[in-house]
T-cell receptor, first 110, second 120 residues
């Protein structure tokens, strides 16, 4: 049972825009930054979005993040086949004194 | 450039203690800017935070594992370690060490991960 709630799956066709939601509480998303990760099979998670909506160097601007209250969203525009991966949200949890993770959403590019 | 590298046995027998070490290069475990922690991922499943340590020596653990997990640090070698006792098959996972900024964030750097299998 993950602390943050994500839909288990999402899908879209090439060129489309898809969003993945992440729901939490006042002890995590409500008071701390949201991070997003992309994980390809057999690899470590890769930082995609940090501090709610910032992109590390090298991450395309097709990826964007937003936060409102105790929820957050990752949007991917201009969907490409190489975007097919698992996506995780995370946020520091004040109750845990550690990061809380979502269960992950598997993105399929149809 | 910051790098984290896990090292460990690969195979652990049930009821024994799993021990892993993370070697950090490019940053100092003595800095007050970050937490250093462990996260695992069972095959085909999601990410689970195990625990963090801070430069002050304070440690924080996942309540579901608190009685079995311990994190320690060797600042002279810039390494931190994980011990997980009384392991079962359910502890089979890829174990990652990670850096977490101490400003209300989440993991910004990950190790490559190491697969630990619990089996007799």
């Amino acid at each position: 049972q993950s602390v943050l709630t994500q839909p288990p799956s999402a899908s879209g066709t090439p060129g489309q825009r898809v969003t993945i939601s992440c729901s939490g509480s006042s002890s995590n998303i409500g008071t701390n930054y949201v991070y997003w990760y992309q994980q390809l099979p057999g690899t470590a998670p890769k930082l995609l979005i940090y501090k709610n909506n910032l992109r590390p160097s090298g991450v395309p601007d097709r990826f964007s993040g937003s936060k409102s209250g105790t929820s957050a969203s990752l949007a991917i525009s201009g969907l490409r086949s190489e975007d097919e991966a698992d996506y995780y949200c995370a946020a520091w949890d004040d109750s845990l004194s550690g990061p809380a993770f979502g269960g992950g959403a598997k993105l399929t590019v149809l | 450039q910051l790098q984290l590298q896990e090292s460990g046995p690969g195979l652990v027998k049930p009821s024994e203690t799993l021990s892993l070490t993370c070697t950090v290069s490019g940053d100092s475990l003595s800095s007050n800017e970050n937490y250093w922690g462990w996260i695992r991922q069972p095959p085909g499943k999601g990410l689970e935070w195990l625990g963090n340590m801070y430069y002050s020596g304070n440690t924080y653990y996942n309540p579901s594992l608190k009685s079995r997990v311990a994190i320690s640090v060797d600042t002279s070698r810039n390494q931190f370690s994980l011990r997980l006792s009384s392991v079962t098959a359910a502890d089979t996972a890829v174990y990652y060490c990670a850096r977490v900024p101490a400003n209300g964030g989440s993991v910004d750097y990950w190790g490559q991960g190491t697969l630990i299998t619990v089996s007799s």
